[in-house]
């Protein structure tokens, strides 16, 4: 391998590398703050639903902001647009980490999430640019480790550092995170800026493909039979399975952990057949949700169940973020977007459906809203690979 290559190598690998780890800093500030709830209250002298806030208003402004501000930041250069939303980030976290106001905390939290969506969406991109077509998978795979894992320790991490030293020392922890990718991304990141400015017509104009709309469609049914059962996993353990909040500590952590696992069996096979994988995912989180109903009081059935729903998820999440940068390949900050916005609505749709199954029936009918979802995301998944194959039996036919 020549010096050349070989830096190119190196440098695609640290690029990776600073996005993965800059991706799970903005979701450990998101999801983080689960786990200190009880001493945000305390320390704002508020409710614990009104702490709540500190996670709603954040999930609330990402998933509005989601298809909009990486349409406008889509010509900016690369570099620029990095250092922006992780000074702000790492602004905002201290201002969090110092205020006494509620009010304030609350914008503060608010203010960053708007450009959540930005980073999140402009580090699949960049990381798939990094490398060759067949290995975009996989360096996209990467990125989504610092999702699972800025979920899976973010809030274990800071719960800890919270109650071991004060509510400070847990906000400290998402600053110096988001404050050290900061530094790296000014003195190892080199200048990327766009070299194809798209405007915002041609970008909204794959709004017009119904392979877009199917594939957003799929996603929303898919996260929300997700999170929808994930929402109420820790009720559904405790009544149905019948176990302690130790034992349900230890089987979400392994869920997390699988979750990794998931990001990089499918940053493999995404490479190889990544149709296989769209089908795949519906049809193995049926059967395993279906097994959750019916096996819900075994304790030994259910750790093994979830440990395979994790990996299912981590697999999921990679496959659908493929399925529509892949139906928009055209404006692939704009498609990155609508999987955020198409994720979110799921996750927020399937935990309000699946809450409905528990309000008139009980806790064991959650995971029947999980299983009505996952039926219709086949339907359009079927629809998205026709309407695939009909768009390429055209190019063909006009190539001809």
Not at 249 to 260: E, K, P, Q, V, W
Request: charged residues 10%; aromatic residues 10%; glycine residues 6%.
């Amino acid at each position: 391998m020549s010096m050349k290559n070989k830096f190119k190598l190196n440098s695609s690998t640290l690029l990776v590398f600073i996005l993965t780890t800059g991706v799970f800093g903005i979701i450990n500030t998101e999801m983080g703050v689960i786990g200190i709830l009880p001493l945000i209250a305390e320390n704002f002298q508020v409710t614990v639903p009104e702490a709540g806030w500190t996670v709603s208003i954040f999930a609330l402004v990402v998933a509005i902001s989601a298809p909009i501000t990486p349409l406008l930041f889509s010509s900016i250069n690369r570099k620029k647009v990095m250092i922006l939303v992780l000074g702000l980030f790492t602004l905002s976290n201290i201002i969090s980490m110092m205020t006494t106001n509620f009010t304030v905390l609350l914008i503060s939290r608010a203010l960053p999430a708007f450009l959540h969506p930005v980073y999140v969406s402009m580090a699949f991109t960049v990381a798939a640019a990094s490398v060759s077509k067949e290995k975009a998978p996989k360096a996209v795979a990467k990125v989504f480790i610092g999702v699972s894992a800025g979920m899976v320790l973010g809030v274990p991490v800071t719960s800890y550092i919270a109650s071991e030293v004060s509510y400070s020392m847990g906000m400290l922890f998402f600053t110096v995170v988001n404050a050290l990718v900061l530094v790296a991304t000014i003195l190892f990141v080199p200048s990327m800026p766009v070299k194809e400015k798209l405007s915002y017509g041609t970008q909204l104009s794959v709004l017009k493909k119904k392979v877009v709309w199917y594939s957003i469609l799929a996603i929303t049914l898919i996260n929300g039979a997700l999170f929808g059962f994930f929402s109420y996993m820790s009720d559904y353990l405790k009544t149905i399975t019948g176990v302690s909040y130790t034992v349900i500590s230890t089987m979400l952590l392994i869920y997390g952990l699988a979750n990794i696992i998931g990001n990089v069996i499918a940053g493999k096979q995404l490479a190889v057949n990544p149709v296989r994988s769209m089908i795949m995912i519906p049809l193995a989180l049926l059967a395993f949700y279906i097994g959750v109903f019916a096996l819900g009081e075994w304790l030994m059935a259910m750790a093994v169940i979830i440990l395979i729903l994790g990996i299912l998820a981590g697999y999921g999440q990679n496959t659908m973020q493929y399925m529509i940068t892949h139906a928009a390949p055209e404006a692939p900050d704009f498609a990155n977007g609508l999987y955020l916005l198409s994720a979110n609505l799921g996750t927020t749709v399937g935990a309000a459906v699946c809450g409905l199954f528990i309000t008139f029936f009980n806790t064991r009918y959650s995971v029947i809203g999980s299983l009505v979802f996952l039926v219709l995301s086949i339907v359009f998944i079927v629809l998205r690979i026709r309407a695939t194959q009909s768009e390429r039996q055209i190019r063909m036919e006009m190539a001809a």
